[in-house]
Each structure stands twice: as structure tokens, then as C-alpha cells.
């Protein structure tokens, strides 16, 4: 019987083509040195920051940041019931060389452990991608003056590309709150003036890019010269802020209630309603419990995980950012901004105040540290 390393390596690179991710490409490479010399790091080198958006004189143009969201469990053969997995966001400056952010916010980790390792290897670990999320940042300064047709709402970004890199779609929310669309070759962002009131989020979900505004109105953006929206859902009514996340394969919407914070102009969730997308009826339907799910609603991106990844956790939750409640918060502190609430029976409060959820993402466990199977991928973790 031939042995799994001696597969042609025609046939290994037709299978490697299939993945989805790089890190699904970095766990087929690390199977053995056979495969890992056969099967190049990236089939399709796509940079991790995008130059976009010509600056037309200025001196404040636009480039595309990605990040991914990963969990990270011991392997098989080191599986215990009591051990809980890790919860990452990895940002890629440059190839093999990566900054490890909270998961919910934009903030590095800043104070990591001594003996934490300077080479992170991903190869140790059963990895699993959860998400994607891009952000626009400036490549120098922005100007003062007032918001021109070049100024973005520097929140969420869907974004879309061939697998070769060299074609994408951005979609993102212009500062009026109407959607703003920009694709590779473009000269300038592409407003779209269809949106009869300002939209909350978007979501590249199934191929199609979805939005949807402050009143739960939510269309599909399809990509023409113009743009074309087509309703797929009319308004869901009650609650302050309308945010789309992707679980186990259906399209969700979490309807945020805002209520009074501890000073006068400060605001905080209090309440949470999930829906979930009816296509056929082209409507939104109440979820009255999440199952095994668990929600992130994140400062720059949405996602979900399975609970029993988490040891001590359970699912029909949503973790959130309460930025109201901690503005200024960095690196591992920024996670005090972070709140958990109970679809069930409705209980809310502060992340630390719930120590087998908040481990998920802070401090890292122990078992990051312990030497186990020799390297054979690895990121530098940069210093900060």
C-alpha cells in the first residue's frame, strides 16, 4: 500500500487549490516534510495590505488591512476535556511575520507573557479560521476640513476577490452612511445613493454582499456599473443598531437596545434580539436560542464559534464590545470593553466578571507555551 507522502504531487497541488484558507493550506503542509517541500506556502500570493484608493493629489490615501480570526486547540493525539481552546486574531505586515490582536477589537496584545515563544508555530496546533476581517486604514494622515466623497466610516469593510488576487470588490460605509463600493482599477470610491436611510452593517456571505440599514431594511449589492440593490428583507423595528454575523451557514441579524451608561452621554447595550434570514419569505424571523452557537460581535467584524470548543462555556451567547464603557483600552486591557449576554434568561455583564468565558480570549493558555511537535510552519511574532 502506498504511503500518504509518496502522493503525486500533481495530485497534492490539486487538492491544495481546493482550500479555502491559507491556514487550511498551512495544516496540509504540515502533515509531513514530503508534502511541506511539494506545496508552496501561498498558490495564490495575495498581500495582506492592499494600496487602494488613489489619493488625486493628497496626501491621505487608503490601504486595505487583513486579518483572520483563529481558533487554536491541541491536536488530536493531546485533546482533554478540561482544556480549553485559544481565541486569536492574526494580522499579517508582512509574509511570516504577524501581529496577534484581540479578537474583538483593533488592539495588539501588548503585554504577553515572559516565556511566551518569539516564533508562534502553527503546526503544534489543530487550527481553525472563523473569519475574516478587513480594515481601512490611512497610509499617512487624514486632513481636517469637512467630509468629502473620499471620507469612509472607518468601520466595517466586506470585501471579495478572485483567487489569483488580481481582482477584488471592496464595500464599505461611506461617512453619510450610504454605501460606498470600490473595485480593483478604479479611480474613485463608487457612491450608492439607493439606501433610503443610513446603513449599520455589511456581510459578504455566499458569495453575494449583503447590507443592511438602521431600520433592519437589508439588500443584496450586486457588482455592475452602477451597483444594483435588490431587497431581501424588509424592516425589523425595536432596537438602536442592526448587526450581521454568519453561523453555521445561515446569515443572522443582532438587533442591539441601547440604554442610559453611567454618564449622561454615554450610551450601553442592554437588551439583544437575533433574527435569521428567510430568503424564500424575504423576511427576518426571531431566534429564540442559539444551540451549541456562540456570537461575537466585534468593533471591526462578526463571526461565530461552537461553545464546546471552549471548555466551561455555553453556547446561546453573544460576546460584544461595549466601547462606550472603555474608549481607550489597549492591548490585553482593551478585553475589559468586552461584555457577554444570555439569550436565554437575558443576564448581561462585564467579560471578567465570567472567568471560564473571558480564558477564550485572555490570558493565553498555558499549553501555547509547552514544546510538542517539531516546527515546520511558524510566524515571527512582532515586537511591540
Excluded at 85 to 114: C, G, R, Y
Excluded at 226 to 235: E, K
Aim: charge should be negative; include cysteine; charged fraction near 20%.
Amino acid at each position: 500500500m502506498a504511503r500518504w507522502s509518496q502522493l503525486p504531487k500533481d495530485l497534492l497541488l490539486l487538492i491544495a487549490q481546493r482550500l479555502n484558507s491559507h491556514f487550511d493550506l498551512l495544516c496540509l503542509r504540515s502533515v509531513c516534510s514530503s508534502w511541506h517541500a511539494c506545496v508552496p506556502s501561498r498558490l495564490h500570493p495575495l498581500p495582506s495590505r492592499f494600496p487602494i484608493l488613489p489619493t488625486n493629489g493628497t496626501s491621505w490615501g487608503l490601504y486595505l488591512s487583513r486579518r483572520t480570526i483563529l481558533c487554536l486547540g491541541l491536536p488530536e493525539s493531546h485533546c482533554q476535556p478540561t482544556i480549553s481552546s485559544w481565541l486569536i486574531k492574526v494580522e499579517e505586515d508582512v509574509p511570516d511575520m504577524a501581529h496577534l490582536v484581540n479578537p474583538l477589537s483593533t488592539f495588539q496584545f501588548k503585554h504577553l507573557p515572559p516565556n511566551f515563544p518569539k516564533t508562534f508555530d502553527f503546526s503544534r496546533f489543530r487550527v481553525s479560521e472563523l473569519g475574516q476581517e478587513y480594515v481601512l486604514q490611512y497610509m499617512n494622515h487624514r486632513p481636517s476640513g469637512e467630509a468629502d466623497e473620499g471620507s469612509l466610516h472607518k468601520g466595517k469593510v466586506a470585501f471579495s476577490s478572485t483567487g489569483n488576487g488580481e481582482d477584488f470588490v471592496m464595500l464599505t460605509i461611506h461617512v453619510s452612511g450610504k454605501l460606498a463600493m470600490f473595485r480593483h482599477g478604479n479611480k474613485r470610491l463608487i457612491l450608492i445613493n439607493d439606501t433610503p436611510s443610513p446603513c449599520d452593517d455589511l456581510i459578504f456571505f455566499n458569495g453575494e454582499f449583503y447590507a443592511i440599514d438602521n431600520t433592519g431594511r437589508t439588500v443584496v449589492v450586486a457588482i455592475g456599473s452602477p451597483p444594483v440593490l435588490s431587497l431581501i428583507a424588509d424592516s425589523v423595528f425595536g432596537g438602536d443598531k442592526k448587526s450581521l454575523v454568519e453561523s453555521n451557514g445561515e446569515l443572522l441579524m443582532v438587533d442591539t437596545y441601547f440604554g442610559q451608561g453611567i454618564h449622561r452621554r454615554m450610551k450601553r447595550a442592554v437588551r439583544f434580539k437575533v433574527f435569521k434570514l428567510d430568503q424564500i419569505g424575504h423576511m427576518w424571523v426571531e431566534v429564540e436560542s442559539l444551540g451549541n452557537r456562540i456570537l461575537f460581535l466585534g468593533e471591526k467584524s462578526t463571526f461565530s464559534a461552537v461553545a464546546s470548543e471552549f471548555c466551561g462555556c455555553e453556547g446561546n451567547c453573544i460576546y460584544y464590545t461595549n466601547t462606550f464603557f472603555c474608549p481607550n483600552g489597549q492591548g490585553d486591557d482593551a478585553y475589559t470593553a468586552i461584555d457577554i449576554f444570555n439569550l436565554e434568561n437575558g443576564n448581561m455583564g462585564p467579560l471578567l466578571s465570567f472567568p471560564d468565558y473571558s480564558k477564550v480570549i485572555w490570558p493565553p493558555p498555558a499549553w501555547v507555551y509547552t514544546d510538542n511537535i517539531g516546527v515546520i510552519e511558524k510566524f515571527d511574532i512582532a515586537p511591540v
